[in-house]
Nanobody, 122 residues
Framework: QVQLVESGGGFVQTGGSLRLSCAAS?????MGWFRRAPGKERDFVAA????????LYADSVKGRFTISRDSAKSTVYLQMNSLKPEDTAVYYC??????????????????WGQGTQVTVSS
């Protein structure tokens, strides 16, 4: 089992920034962030391969969000800049122990954090 502990959510005005952190209890092959807005599905945001550092982003956050990792600490970060009201959601950290070609595939992640609320006011 892998436990994920998230931190860093909160309330911010449009154009502001927040940084999310997620620490895993042990090493995994990949970690990522997903989000669920009210009434919507849990959508992919960003992911990183822990060994290579390769990253992938949803089109809606490209150029604004940056995912990074500290492999030694089994921790990932999501730096969110230029936040918009449509970024408001519960953000979930996820980790996977299986290899995959598509790191945006929600179904491949077998460990999930409890979620942290991000609210962006207009």
């Amino acid at each position: 089992q892998v436990q994920l502990v998230e931190s860093g959510g909160g309330f911010v005005q449009t154009g502001g920034s927040l940084r999310l952190s997620c620490a895993a209890s042990r090493r995994t092959l990949g970690m990522g962030w997903f989000r669920r807005a009210p009434g919507k599905e849990r959508d992919f945001v960003a992911a990183v391969r822990m060994n290579s550092g390769d990253t992938l982003y949803a089109d809606s956050v490209k150029g604004r969000f940056t995912i990074s990792r500290d492999s030694a600490k089994s921790t990932v970060y999501l730096q969110m800049n230029s936040l918009k009201p449509e970024d408001t959601a519960v953000y979930y950290c996820a980790a996977r122990s299986a290899t995959t070609m598509d790191i945006s595939d929600r179904s491949i992640y077998n460990y999930w954090g409890q979620g942290t609320q991000v609210t962006v006011s207009s």
